[in-house]
């Protein structure tokens, strides 16, 4: 019996990451960020389901899947998405529990665009320029606030 479910959303080309730009985005891939989440939820007796998608549609289709299947917690790094998408808004709008958005380079640093996020009107929590750290803070976050 798991204590608490969280769902981690990762956007837009993050399944490059490790194989261009590590100066920006590191040199961890995505599927070693995931394996050490799920090593330390499962440390803490947590279940997560960890999901990449190039494709608005199907990362809200999860958000909304989250709503009904008991997960209490999303840690999403929208990528590009986090600038644009109102309906990743809308979508985390309509979820009720604990929303954690991370990115691994500090978009505060970067270009203008990237300063607004649509995501953190939503969002319980930013983290933003920890690298894949960010995550795994993320998790503890949840984890330590039950
Ligand atoms: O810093 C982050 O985590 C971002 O969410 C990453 C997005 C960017 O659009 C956001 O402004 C900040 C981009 C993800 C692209 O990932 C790549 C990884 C490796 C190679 C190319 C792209």
Redesign the pocket.
Known sequence: MSVGKVLVLH????N??????PE??GHETLADIDDALRAQAADHGWAIDCRQSNHEGELIDAIHAARLDGTAAIII????Y??TSVAILDALNAFDGRVIE????N?HK?ESF?HHSYVSLRADGVI?GLGSRGYRAALEALIAAG
């Open positions: 956007g837009p080309n993050l490059l990451l490790g194989t261009r730009q920006i985005y790094n929208p990528a590009a986090t600038h991370v990115h691994l380079s978009v970067r990237r933003a």
